[in-house]
């Protein structure tokens, strides 16, 4: 009986790190449905970036209270989690405080998280109110309704709940030793629960342990709740902002990738040796489809850039068509690009790993053309976002897909490339009358 | 171009004039300006005239990678038959699938946009503006999405200005915050989705907000923007838009 707890603990950290890892595991395999992709351009370059922008948040700040209120949660998050080891490492050996020796450097970790925590609560109640009671516009687009919506808040929620059972810990705690009850060493600085301890002025030490051990499992149990919570949520991106910055692209924004199955198609075009009539050869393997209908015509940076997305609509807020109230939401697209990549993923797991079609796809049933057409391709989506999203690329690819396969483009683009095609110029115009303004009064050039 | 070449000559840099500046009425008045820039500031140059073709940015933004790549496999052909090194154009659409997206189809070339090459011009002293045109005046410049965000060009624009002695003033949204015109990815030709304000409006708004009386463009898409904005809001007496090849050419006292 004297090793229940451990136990216990042992159970609920398997159970929790195993839940979270098949999850990943279906998040790798539902990414790998997009096309690969090889990283282009010096590696260096891309560790920069991911440290700069994830590691270093640079593109937080750009609105500078939210940055600063999400500067604190992040490193809040990060140097809480070197308590979290302790409380791990605490519950396989049913020790306590088991990193007690480091002495003043211990009392400092403490009393930094301490803060730390404080600041955390004040931040969650900011970002709250941001939601709740400002209601930024942001916030209320039509794709925030239900669950985006609540899920926003049950983070804010748990994150707070988190913090105030890690305060309760500690102030039980810091009146244990108060106390000097035995099992609670002397150790630590409790700069923010010392004065919550004084509410637990009157407890005896036989209650106090009970609220230390209860906050105490409430926590680690809180904190693999929320591991696993990960997955269901937007929450992703403490995880996959990561990656996501390190894969994005490093080209100049206004470059557009050439798709390579199109240049073999051209080239064969204008090759004069190419026999026209030629069969393909009967092993050939079906032509590639252009452009994307579905998620598994995207690449896989595209995909993990949709569970990459938290959903803040830095990009819907700053998109020109969103602002002049037409449907295209950039946000929208990388939501749906995710839901839809989580049916998909889904209907993988329930017939044992083998695709079948079922009906829907990306195109129409979860993104309209009516939102991909009023897309002006101004990169003030992926400037805004903090992570190095691209929702553009998937717009891009969604269009090609309409044109390239489907014909359907509006009619007046179809009259657009009808006249670049015909006369090198997207209006009427004769390719003769090319250099008529030289002519045209005073000026020869 | 072709005589040049039949002499055997090879120009300083070939002025990529794009299809709005070969076409667009309002435009081709940007294209002579900055002709007569570069021939004041004694730069040889060439154009293609009628062999330039579009480059393919409103194909390929509007999805046609085909039609994009057809016009690029032409486009590099002449372009690489004579030899040419170094461009420059008065369109940021023209110059960022010059620069960034013919490189990978054969077409290696070193490619400007008119304000840096114009800021180059005056800064090795070939240019000079003299005359107190625009001294004093209020000038707000709209970023067009193709130069700015695109491609990181905010400051040659902006240094321009400066050199005209007048007085810039910036919009709420600018730089890489810039809002669009409402023209690029080819909504140009196009009616705009239903919604309840068009883009060039919005814009336009922002522009007059600085109570300017010139609002620069650097983009004949943009300049055509903002100037129906501007008509829309019933204040084409006051306030004018000008490229900035315009603005200079003026000052130079070239118009």
């Known amino acids: 009986m004297e090793y229940l707890p451990n136990i216990l ?45 994830a590691l270093g948040q640079q593109k937080m700040v750009v609105r500078p209270l939210a940055g600063i209120l999400h500067m604190i949660v992040y490193v ?13 490492i605490d519950g396989l050996l049913g020790t306590h405080r088991v990193f007690a020796f480091l002495g003043p450097v211990y009392d400092f970790l403490i009393g930094s998280f301490e803060i730390l925590a404080l600041l955390v609560i004040v931040a969650v109640i900011l970002f709250w109110l941001r939601r709740n009671v400002v209601k930024l516009a942001r916030f209320w687009k039509p794709e925030m309704k239900g669950w985006p919506k609540k899920d926003a808040d049950w983070i804010l929620y748990i994150e707070f709940v988190l913090m105030c059972l890690f305060l309760t810990m500690n102030a039980a705690d810091f009146r244990l030793q108060e106390l000097g009850e035995a099992h609670y060493v002397q ?22 342990v009970v609220l230390e051990r209860a906050a105490w499992w409430l926590h680690i149990l809180g904190i693999l709740f929320f591991l696993n919570y990960l997955y269901y949520s937007k929450h992703l991106h403490i995880l996959l902002a990561f990656p996501n910055t390190w894969w994005a692209s490093l080209s100049p924004k206004g470059e557009m990738g ?59 807020s700053e998109c020109p068509a969103n602002q ?29 790993g083998a695709w079948e ?33 691209d929702p553009l690329s998937i717009i891009l690819d969604m269009r090609r897909y309409l044109v390239m396969e489907q014909s359907a483009a509006p009619s007046e683009l179809n009259v657009m490339m009808g006249n670049v095609e015909n006369n090198g110029a997207p209006w009427p115009f004769n390719q003769m009358d090319r250099l008529n303004w030289a002519s045209e009064n005073e000026t020869s050039a | 171009m072709a005589e040049l070449a039949a002499e055997g000559k090879t120009p300083e840099v070939l002025f990529w004039v794009g299809c709005a500046g070969s076409f667009d009425d309002r435009a081709k008045k940007i294209t002579k300006a900055f002709a007569r820039l570069l021939q004041k500031a004694g730069v040889g140059f060439a154009v293609l005239g009628t062999e330039e073709s579009c480059t393919g940015d409103p194909a390929k933004r509007a999805g046609n990678e085909f039609l994009f790549q057809m016009q690029a496999a032409v486009n590099i052909q002449v372009l690489n038959g004579y030899g040419v090194r170094k461009i420059v154009t008065t369109c940021p659409h023209c110059f960022n699938t010059l620069k960034n997206e013919y490189p990978g189809l054969g077409g290696d070339y070193e490619v400007m ?76 030709f196009k009616e705009a989705e239903k919604g309840d304000k068009e883009i060039n409006i919005e814009r336009t708004e922002e522009a007059l907000d600085t109570r300017p009386e010139v609002v620069a463009a650097a983009c004949p898409f943009c300049n055509t923007m903002l100037t129906d904005g501007i008509k829309n809001k019933e204040k084409e007496q006051e306030i004018k838009v000008f490229d900035l090849a315009e603005l200079l050419a003026q000052a130079a006292d070239l118009e």
């Open chain 1, 9 to 53: 603990f042992l159970l609920a950290l398997v159970a929790g790190v195993g839940f979270f890892s098949r999850n990943i595991h279906r998040l790798i395999r539902n990414i790998r449905l997009g096309r690969e992709v090889t990283p282009e351009g010096p590696r260096s370059e891309r560790w920069k970036n991911m440290a700069r922008i």
């Open chain 1, 357 to 389: 079609p079922d009906g829907k796809q990306l195109l129409d049933d979860y993104i309209t053309r009516e939102e991909l057409w009023a897309c002006t391709t101004c990169n003030a989506c992926t400037e805004a976002c903090p992570v190095s999203i």
């Open chain 1, 76 to 88: 809040g998050f990060i140097i809480i989690n070197i308590e979290v080891l302790e409380i791990i």
């Open chain 1, 187 to 208: 150790a630590g600085a409790f700069p923010v629960s010392s004065i919550l301890a004084q509410a637990f002025q009157g407890m005896s030490a036989a209650s106090l």
């Open chain 1, 258 to 316: 050439n798709l390579e199955s199109v240049k073999r198609e051209v080239a064969l075009m204008m090759d004069p040796n190419a026999d026209p009539f030629a069969a393909p050869a009967a092993d050939a393997p079906p032509p590639e489809k252009f452009g994307a209908s579905d998620v598994m015509d995207l690449t896989r940076v595209q995909l993990l850039a949709a569970y990459t997305c938290t959903e803040c609509g830095r990009c819907t």
């Open chain 1, 324 to 352: 002049t109230g037409k449907k295209l939401s950039p946000r929208k697209i990388m939501m749906d690009t995710r839901d839809r990549l989580e049916e998909v993923g889904r209907a993988l797991t329930a017939s044992g």
């Open chain 2, 113 to 188: 946009h008119h304000t840096r090459f114009l800021q180059d011009l005056i800064r090795e002293g070939r240019l000079t503006l003299e005359g107190g045109t625009f001294k004093g005046k209020r000038i707000t410049y709209h970023d067009p999405c193709y130069l700015g965000r695109a491609n990181g060009i905010y400051e040659a624009p902006r240094a321009l200005i400066r050199q005209l002695d007048a007085e810039l003033v910036e919009m709420k949204r600018c730089k890489t915050r810039g809002l669009c015109c409402g023209a690029g990815g080819a909504q140009m």
